[in-house]
């Protein structure tokens, strides 16, 4: 079998029982002290995607002024309340996601966006770079028909881009949002917890224009 199993969402019916019993959370975000669970701030909003390893894509998010608080866990398979381990052996179809709740007034969905498309390659598949299977492919998990309008409005451009730039089609799932499992409490803000820690996390160096996009955000809210 190889690695190639890893490289395919199983279907459901090969995908890992899993569990009914949920993963503990943390009480408190490692970095600024605030609740990794709802309830969240009246009028808050959520912001789920995959990027590849999540321990880099949640620093990103978390670093962001605006953000009230970030958690990574699993998305978009099949497994319930899957583990780490089960994620990693590609059984689950699960994507390692980072979850970013926002205040709308002080940052934009698409500011979001435009970290999410320049802080890796969306070119790449079921991999982001040495990290290879489904876990790390690159997906937008959209909560509202606004949201998933203005992931498919930066797409359009952002292909432009990157083929100008001598990239291959973007290969991200765009999706209703999914059920949402948390990960592990040790995986939380790993990399404030372990500074040196591994990041795979890397971007092409073209750049994601927004602008566009800023009218279109505010029309909507």
Same mark, same amino acid.
């Given at each position: 079998?190889?690695?190639?199993?890893?490289?395919?969402?199983?279907?459901?019916?090969?995908?890992?029982?899993?569990?009914?019993?949920?993963?503990?959370?943390?009480?408190?975000?490692?970095?600024?002290?605030?609740?990794?669970?709802?309830?969240?701030?009246?009028?808050?909003?959520?912001?789920?995607?995959?990027?590849?390893?999540?321990?880099?894509?949640?620093?990103?998010?978390?670093?962001?002024?605006?953000?009230?608080?970030?958690?990574?866990? &699993?998305? *978009?398979? =099949?497994?319930?309340?899957?583990?780490?381990?089960? #994620?990693?052996? /590609?059984?689950? %179809?699960?994507?390692?996601?980072?979850?970013?709740?926002?205040?709308?007034?002080?940052?934009?969905?698409?500011?979001?966006?435009?970290?999410?498309?320049?802080?890796?390659?969306?070119?790449?598949?079921?991999?982001?770079?040495?990290?290879?299977?489904?876990?790390?492919?690159?997906?937008?998990?959209?909560?509202?028909?606004?949201?998933?309008?203005?992931?498919?409005?930066?797409?359009?451009?952002?292909?432009?881009?990157?083929?100008?730039?001598?990239?291959?089609?973007?290969?991200?799932?765009?999706?209703?949002?999914?059920?949402? &499992?948390? *990960?592990? =409490?040790?995986?939380?803000?790993?990399?404030?917890? #372990?500074?040196? /820690?591994?990041? %795979?996390?890397?971007?092409?160096?073209?750049?994601?224009?927004?602008?566009?996009?800023?009218?279109?955000?505010?029309?909507?809210?």
């Amino acid at each position: 079998m190889g690695l190639q199993h890893k490289l395919r969402v199983p279907r459901p019916h090969e995908a890992l029982p899993g569990r009914t019993m949920t993963m503990p959370v943390p009480p408190r975000h490692f970095v600024n002290g605030r609740s990794l669970q709802p309830p969240f701030p009246h009028g808050s909003e959520r912001f789920l995607a995959g990027m590849g390893c999540f321990w880099g894509a949640e620093r990103k998010f978390w670093e962001m002024q605006g953000v009230f608080t970030t958690a990574v866990g &699993y998305a *978009a398979g =099949h497994t319930p309340n899957p583990t780490y381990e089960e #994620v990693c052996s /590609g059984l689950t %179809g699960h994507n390692e996601v980072v979850l970013a709740v926002f205040d709308p007034n002080a940052v934009s969905y698409a500011d979001l966006l435009k970290v999410f498309w320049e802080s890796h390659d969306p070119t790449q598949g079921m991999r982001q770079g040495n990290d290879l299977g489904t876990q790390y492919r690159s997906g937008i998990y959209v909560f509202d028909e606004i949201q998933r309008e203005l992931a498919l409005a930066s797409r359009r451009p952002y292909q432009q881009a990157l083929t100008t730039a001598g990239y291959g089609a973007i290969s991200t799932e765009i999706e209703d949002a999914p059920p949402f &499992y948390y *990960a592990e =409490h040790y995986h939380q803000q790993y990399l404030a917890k #372990v500074p040196n /820690g591994y990041c %795979g996390l890397g971007g092409t160096g073209v750049a994601c224009d927004v602008a566009p996009l800023v009218t279109l955000d505010v029309a909507s809210s």
